[in-house]
């Protein structure tokens, strides 16, 4: 804010000037034109409903010289810009460091993973060869989750649900969808701007996955199964003896 200019965070050479934005008193207002990045000064004359044209609201206190940008004001600039549509999005230390090049990470059933949405896995930040890799998981219903069986005894992903043996220690495990994980890394695979999609999905503070025991009634199902199949599998070797 002290050279009295806006700078995008993906593109450090597009940039506005304070004195081209129109004072509403409290807070300031621009046409905004996403192709050629360029402000539309006339905002009566400007057909504000054309595609590329964005109406754009900046709270007075952004332009403020004696006004630090904090994480937390950020975050609560960004949160506002969500609800109310002002189609801005403050840089937090957060989202600076993501820009650099340092990419994000989940918990885990007690254990930190690096997110590398580039390579489709989630890597544990303390041992490179324990991965898991999201392009073999399930999504749920609504496409907002992979979700997988997981051990967790052994901290292992159980990738073929169909032939795992039934163990109290088998839960099932919902991770985040990509938008989540990595908005960034995602505008990057469409080629859209890095932060063009953090208005409407914002980097996250902390990222969770989530265990969720497996119903009882599924767990002494597949128990049953399990012991009817070997059953059967003795009763086959016992009828091989007799012959």
């Known amino acids: 804010a002290a050279k009295e200019e806006l700078r995008d965070a993906a593109d450090t050479g597009n940039r506005i000037r304070f004195d081209k934005l129109k004072d509403e008193g409290g807070y300031f207002t621009m046409l905004y034109d996403v192709n050629s990045k ?19 609201i900046l709270p007075a206190l952004i332009l403020s010289k004696n006004q630090a940008i904090s994480d937390e004001l950020a975050r609560s600039i960004n949160q506002l810009s969500s609800e109310r549509n002002w189609g801005i999005y403050a840089v937090n230390g957060q989202l600076a460091r993501r820009l650099a090049g340092e990419l994000p990470g989940i918990n885990i059933d007690g254990s930190r993973f690096i997110v590398d949405w580039r390579l489709k896995e989630l890597r544990d930040a303390n041992d490179v060869s324990r991965k898991i890799d999201l392009s073999r998981l399930d999504m749920n219903e609504e496409g907002t989750e992979y979700v997988c069986l997981y051990h967790t005894k052994s901290k292992e992903v159980i990738y073929n649900a169909g032939a795992y043996q039934a163990d109290d220690h088998v839960a099932i495990l919902r991770i985040p ?12 695979q469409y080629g859209l701007k890095e932060t063009e999609l953090l208005e409407k999905f914002p980097m996250q503070e902390v990222l969770n996955a989530r265990l969720e025991p497996i119903d009882n009634r599924i767990r002494q199902s597949q128990k049953i199964q399990q012991k009817n199949k070997q059953q059967k599998l003795r009763s086959g070797k016992r009828k091989g003896k007799r012959l």
């Open 177 to 188: 969808y990509e938008l989540k994980l990595d908005p960034v890394a995602v505008a990057r």
């Open 38 to 56: 360029n402000i539309w000064t006339n905002l009566v004359a400007a057909d504000e409903k054309n595609d590329h044209l964005r109406k754009i």
